[in-house]
């Protein structure tokens, strides 16, 4: 399938932009220079890649405040070590970033030079590189289908129709050869509406077209000064990074207050102002250089971890700086179409009124319309139950979107493709091709029970009898789907008998004003919504030659407006819309996706509320929360009515403020008008609710929502997609996780972590993000204590030696100290855990657990072998420097009997209480996870 198309350019600032015409092939005429698209998600180019390097580093305190440290030591009078002291570690840490940063960029810039390398001139199953006007296809029927996955997250087809126009045109050639030009109304942020015309001058007489957006096709980025950012910058630190910085600067000043009260107990004598720096260089080990890596190595091992954990294969840690983030979520903000479902329809119900029709009694469906045509082409209907089943079926068979496709190979490549197979329906082969995976699984139905679509164009459609007859209907009018009309509405005319029938569609809250008196519908629209069904009501209304006729020219009339055309076009519908037949009422099951129910059950439990965000229709929305139990059965749901103005916003308001543990159900229009002008109001009542779920938002409303999450209640956010239209939530969110599906891969590289299927997210937060935010924790804090221990024996020994500014340790023993006499130990935290795995997903409640740690041994709670290991290995490390640092030790002591004693009591002495006072703590205030390891 191919297609040409007419692009123009988008924008992000639409509220500065005007309605534009675009002259066809003349490029020259257009009023704006058109800008290239183009991707990039790089951070750095090449000559800012060490300057933004070198600045994200030394905007944190700890890395300035080093920085400043290590220079001091060019100055003779204020060096108090060797050089190496303390350049060392600071280029270290410099180098590790420098390395780690520059592989990023490389992989960001390899995949943004793959998809700006892409030609188009001709479309055949790509990604639309801009918004687009259609104006001619390869298919006769003059249509085509597009996927709006990157758009609203659903991935089904939608139906295209090019501009008859250009169309009709004899050959492709003659697109460039002819005086047109086309009239766009300005960029907005709706999807679903378009409004233009498309006008060929060289024509006598001129032609005008209207153009709507069944004649548009979008773009899956959004185009801004020439490219498109499709992605924020990556994120290089998380919040436990900028606590510490915090922590820092409050031992920095813990720092100077150290030195201050030396020098005035010094008595402030001669150059007190250069012993007051010395002072701030010798106790400057209170804050550790090596803090950085240890954690920054830390962070990689709990990537690693995760990556080679067998219960969650597939898993990708693409951001290795912030895995502790998935250990103190308070929100999580999720997509529905692909990341809770499957986006795959099973017809359940059909409902009669009198009489209720489930999957295992289809055969009696099947048999009724066996013989509603038996002996004839033609229907024979009788006034029974026959005669009303016959009638419902065909109506779901005839109102609808969809196409029937045959598969056939064809091309050298070897490429399936898709064409009309002419007078031969062969049922093998057939797919169907529609706008909502419900009208697939509503037309899958009708065939198994014997009526069958076998062909449609743009202008007919055909069905074939359980006898395998043709019946051919002439499609008149089609009324799409709106989120608006919630409806969809079809007229059609019967070959044989010529009879005209008015179909149509809809969800109840819609249908119930346009059918006829009945007392069952919103009953069992009720009771199978509460099934987890998503309902349609199908109706229909017979008509005369003469009232289509006036139909017709009405509407061809109002369609043609270019003032108010969606609302003049939709009075003339709605002249129809009068006293229709109710014919039945219809019920299909999305499928969730496997283990959602007790995934989100154990989110909840451990104390995290769900948000889902969807661009899909309201009532779709609404079962989907029921039926995944994101809304419990005992809770009720509050559906926000929908408002246009502030009074009824606030009259809403009032109404929600009143229910108590109730969930929500708003559209993102409404949610616009509610932010608008109630933000804090809503923002706050909103996160009162145990579950909240906003329907047809837009990729920008899904990001802003995150935004106002983190700037109301600054708890820590998480969003997890599959799509495109899903990017711009997971880079506002706090953590980003993306499954990698039917959608492609656009979610999972723009996330922090990728994963395979939706319930790998509960182990992922439960096990890995406890685990390493516990971990990092208590990384930070030991380190910090390891730093405190030697600054405090440096300050004990300029007192003893009259407040001298003399360093206690020299040269190689104070980074021996903070690296490797000390590195195991430190590193072998990273394998502690508290609890078993299983526990910590039986019991998810311990995720909103947190403890103080003191030092390794008091630290940790499970040894593994392992760190038995790193602290004989860093022993045996101290002990063999003994052998090449001879004039550091006085080696005739250390082996002495007295030296052994006293380090074994002072060792003594200094874990006793603590061990003292972890046993109390234990046994009058246990931790939570105790509870389960007694």
Same mark, same amino acid.
């Given at each position: 399938m191919q297609a040409v198309l007419q692009g123009k350019p988008g924008f992000t600032n639409y509220k500065e932009l005007k309605a534009r015409t675009v002259w066809l092939g003349c490029p020259e005429k257009c009023e704006e220079k058109y800008p290239k698209n183009a991707i990039k998600n790089q951070k750095y180019n090449v000559f800012t890649f060490i300057p933004g390097v070198l600045y994200e580093q030394f905007k944190f305190f700890l890395n300035l405040y080093f920085l400043v440290v290590s220079c001091s030591q060019f100055v003779p009078a204020l060096k108090i070590g060797y050089l190496y002291t303390y350049w060392a570690p600071l280029g270290f840490v410099l180098t590790v970033t420098v390395v780690r940063e520059a592989v990023d960029e490389f992989r960001? *810039? /390899?995949?943004? /030079? +793959?998809?700006?390398?892409q030609l188009y001139s001709k479309l055949t199953n790509q990604r639309i590189p801009s918004d687009m006007v259609f104006l001619r296809t390869s298919e006769k029927t003059g249509s085509c289908f597009i996927r709006t996955d990157q758009l609203d997250g659903e991935t089904d087809w939608k139906l295209k129709v090019a501009v008859s126009c250009t169309q009709r045109l004899p050959a492709l050639g003659d697109l460039f050869s002819i005086n047109a030009y086309v009239y766009a109304q300005k960029p907005q942020l709706d999807i679903h509406s378009f409004e233009?015309?498309?006008t060929r001058e060289d024509s006598d007489p001129a032609v005008h077209e209207s153009l709507s957006i069944e004649n548009t096709l979008w773009a899956s980025t959004v185009v801004a000064s020439g490219k498109s950012y499709n992605t924020d910058d990556p994120r290089s630190v998380g919040l436990l990074d900028l606590e510490l910085n915090q922590l820092t600067k409050a031992l920095f000043l813990a720092l100077v207050a150290l030195s201050v009260v030396m020098v005035t107990l010094q008595g402030f004598v001669g150059p007190w102002y250069r012993n007051l720096f010395r002072f701030l260089l010798l106790f400057s080990y209170i804050i550790p250089i090596s803090l950085r890596v240890n954690l920054d190595m830390g962070k990689a091992a709990y990537g690693w971890m995760i990556m080679k954990d067998d219960n969650i294969p597939g898993t990708v840690v693409r951001t290795s700086t912030i895995p502790e983030e998935l250990g103190r979520l308070v929100y999580l903000l999720t997509d529905k179409t692909g990341t809770l479902t499957q986006n795959e329809m099973i017809f359940k119900r059909l409902h009669l009124g009198t009489v209720s029709y489930g999957t295992d009694t289809m055969d009696e469906i099947q048999s009724h319309i066996i013989n509603s045509y038996s002996q004839s082409s033609a229907p024979k209907v009788r006034k029974s139950v026959s005669s009303r089943i016959h009638e419902a079926v065909k109506a779901i068979a005839l109102c609808h979107n969809v196409t029937p496709v045959y598969e056939s190979r064809a091309g050298v490549s070897g490429e399936t493709e898709y064409a009309e197979v002419d007078q031969d329906f062969s049922d093998e082969n057939r797919t169907y091709q529609a706008s909502s995976p419900d009208e697939v699984a509503l037309v899958q139905w009708t065939e198994s029970v014997g009526l069958t679509l076998v062909n449609r164009d743009l202008t007919s459609m055909q069905l074939k009898t359980p006898g395998g007859h043709i019946l051919t209907y002439y499609i008149l009018q089609i009324f799409p789907f709106t989120s608006e009309s919630k409806r969809m509405g079809i007229i059609v005319r019967d070959e044989s008998s010529g009879e005209i029938?008015? *179909?149509? /569609?809809?969800?109840?809250?819609?249908?119930?004003?346009?059918?006829?008196?009945?007392?069952?519908?919103e009953e069992e629209c009720g009771n199978m919504a509460r099934e987890g069904l998503r309902t349609l009501v199908v109706a229909k209304k017979s008509l005369t030659e003469e009232q289509y006729q006036d139909f017709e020219s009405r509407y061809n009339?109002?369609? =043609?407006?270019?003032?108010?055309?969606?609302?003049?076009?939709?009075?003339?519908?709605?002249? =129809? +819309?009068?006293? %229709?037949?109710?014919? &039945?009422?219809?019920g299909v099951e999305d499928q969730l996706q496997a283990d959602v129910r007790p995934t989100l059950e154990m989110l909840r439990n451990a104390g995290i509320k769900i948000w889902m965000l969807t661009g899909d229709k =309201? +009532?779709?929305?609404?079962?989907?929360a029921k039926s995944s139990h994101l809304v419990s059965r005992n809770q009720d749901i509050h559906i926000f009515r929908p408002v246009t103005t502030r009074g009824e916003a606030h009259l809403e308001l009032n109404a929600f403020?009143? /229910?108590h543990d109730c969930a929500l159900v708003i559209s993102g229009d409404s949610l616009e008008v509610c932010l608008k002008y109630y933000e804090h109001e809503f923002v706050e009542l909103a996160c009162q609710c145990p579950a909240v779920v906003c329907c047809r938002c837009s990729p920008t409303q899904k990001a802003h929502i995150v935004k106002l999450l983190q700037?109301?209640?600054?708890?820590?956010? &998480?969003?997890?997609g599959d799509g495109g239209n899903d990017v711009s939530m997971i880079q506002a969110a706090d953590c980003g996780i993306g499954i990698e599906g039917k959608e492609g891969k656009q979610a999972s590289l723009a996330a922090d972590f990728s994963i395979t299927q939706f319930k790998h997210i509960g182990r992922l937060l439960m096990v890995h993000g406890r685990n390493s935010y516990k971990r990092s924790a208590a990384l930070g804090q030991f380190v910090m204590h390891r730093g405190l221990i030697i600054s405090t024996m440096q300050a004990v020994f300029s007192s003893v030696f009259y407040f001298a500014s003399v360093p206690l340790y020299q040269g190689f023993l104070m980074v021996g100290y903070a690296t490797i006499y000390t590195m195991f130990p430190v590193f072998s935290l990273v394998l502690d855990q508290d609890v078993k795995p299983e526990m910590a997903l039986l019991y998810p409640e311990l995720y909103k657990d947190l403890t103080k740690l003191l030092m390794v041994a008091l630290t940790i709670r499970t040894w593994h072998w392992l %760190?038995?290991?790193?602290?004989? =290995?860093?022993l045996g490390c101290y002990v063999a420097s003994l052998a090449f640092l001879n004039e550091y030790f006085d080696v005739a002591f250390i082996t002495t009997v007295t030296f052994l004693w006293k380090v074994s009591a002072i060792t003594v002495v200094s874990c006793l209480p603590l061990y003292i006072l972890k046993y109390l703590k234990r046994k009058f205030s246990p931790p939570s996870y105790s509870k389960l390891t007694s």
């Open positions: 960001r *810039y /390899k995949r943004d /030079k +793959e998809m700006n390398s233009g015309t498309f029938t008015f *179909y149509m /569609k809809g969800a109840d809250v819609a249908m119930s004003t346009i059918v006829q008196y009945n007392d069952w519908l009339q109002a369609k =043609l407006s270019i003032h108010d055309r969606n609302l003049k076009v939709a009075a003339v519908v709605e002249s =129809l +819309e009068r006293e %229709m037949e109710l014919l &039945c009422l219809t =309201l +009532e779709t929305a609404t079962c989907i403020r009143r /229910k700037h109301h209640t600054g708890k820590r956010t &998480c969003a997890i %760190m038995v290991v790193a602290e004989f =290995l860093s």
